[in-house]
């Protein structure tokens, strides 16, 4: 699990390359045709970089305390990840990220690649937006089950038993892996082993999804020239953040890392709004909204990106702890995280009005 931040830096220097090359170089030529959305109304660049410097700081320090409260509810009991809070807090995050993927990144999807400014053919005649966020919740659940099965065998192969961390009773202690017997897994690995791996996985895989699109929100951000879009996006990204964060946070919580590994993650989640406001400013000469190489690109990563927060948040995370031992033994429970679901959905959903 070592490999993780670096797979992380990876993708996240892939994505940042990809997006500068197929955004910085055709935009002029497609300004006749289409005008940037950013540059009607309300026009004042001087006053639009004062509240880009101001939203870097502020959405990165509400990330930065979204991400790491359930990180530090080690120190409460009631907040542990054994205790009934704890599960209606991590509903209320689910349903933010799920209401993330359909009512935010989803449209902006649709907005990009359905967009006047694309050729009627192929793009308004086949919904490529649905399509793309479709392959990308069968990858997720492809490298979901993949990487799974990979630790599992990298954790029983040869004999060996490798020792780790995982949670048990709101504390983090030694155990080993499992009972593995001779070469190859033999599904006898014990059932936390089995479900730390799990949260090991979902946290990885859904935090690659939350820096895709938080990458796409703060290129857009850094690009606009235009107070009066900037201002009301900066105190709604800073809530989107702060529950994002704590729906990210518990994962990485239940996951049970070490503190250099916690400590990249939260970093990662953190900083990747923030610098994709300062690449859209750094590109904001040469970027135009509204090219089709831009609305191709962000629509495409949108998609994707909405497809994998869909998968994470209804199959990994809800359904995960709705089946799950812990409420389906508790009806009264099952009430209060479903009011939280549907509290953080609403919630999220509302904020879909200014971002």
Known sequence: MASSPKILLISLLFLIFFISETLGQSENATRTKCTSSYGNGCHNKTEAFKLKLIAIASILVTSMIGVTLPILSRAVP??????????????????????????????????????????????????????????SAIVTLMVDSFALSYYKKRCCGGGTVESGKQVMDGHVESQSFGHCHGNGFDGLVDVEASQLLRHRVIAQV???????????????????????????????????????????????????????????????????????????????????????????????????????????????????????????????????????VLLGAGFMSLMAKWA
Not at 217 to 228: D, Q, Y
């Open 78 to 135: 009631a907040l542990q990840p054994d205790k009934d809070l704890f599960v209606i807090v991590k509903a209320f995050a689910s349903g933010v990220i799920l209401a993330t993927g359909y009512m935010h990144v989803m449209p902006d999807s649709f907005d990009c690649l359905r967009s006047e400014c694309l050729p009627k053919n192929p793009w308004r005649k086949f919904p490529f937006a649905t399509f793309v966020a479709m392959l």
């Open 206 to 340: 859904l935090e690659l999804g939350i820096i895709v699109h938080s990458v796409v929100i703060g290129l857009s951000m850094g690009a606009s020239e235009n107070p009066c879009t900037i201002r009301p996006l900066i105190a709604a990204l800073c809530f989107h953040q702060l529950f994002e964060g704590m729906g990210l946070g518990g994962c990485i919580l239940q996951a049970a890392y070490g503190i250099k590994t916690t400590a990249i993650m939260v970093f990662f989640f953190s900083s990747t709004t923030p610098f994709g406001i300062a690449l859209g400013i750094g590109l904001s000469n040469v970027y135009s909204d509204n090219s089709p190489k831009a609305l191709i690109v962000v629509g495409i990563l949108s998609a994707s990106s909405a497809g994998l927060l869909n998968y994470m948040a209804l199959v990994d995370l809800l359904a995960s702890d709705f089946m799950g031992f812990k409420l389906q033994k508790s009806m009264k429970l099952q009430i209060w995280a479903y009011c939280a």
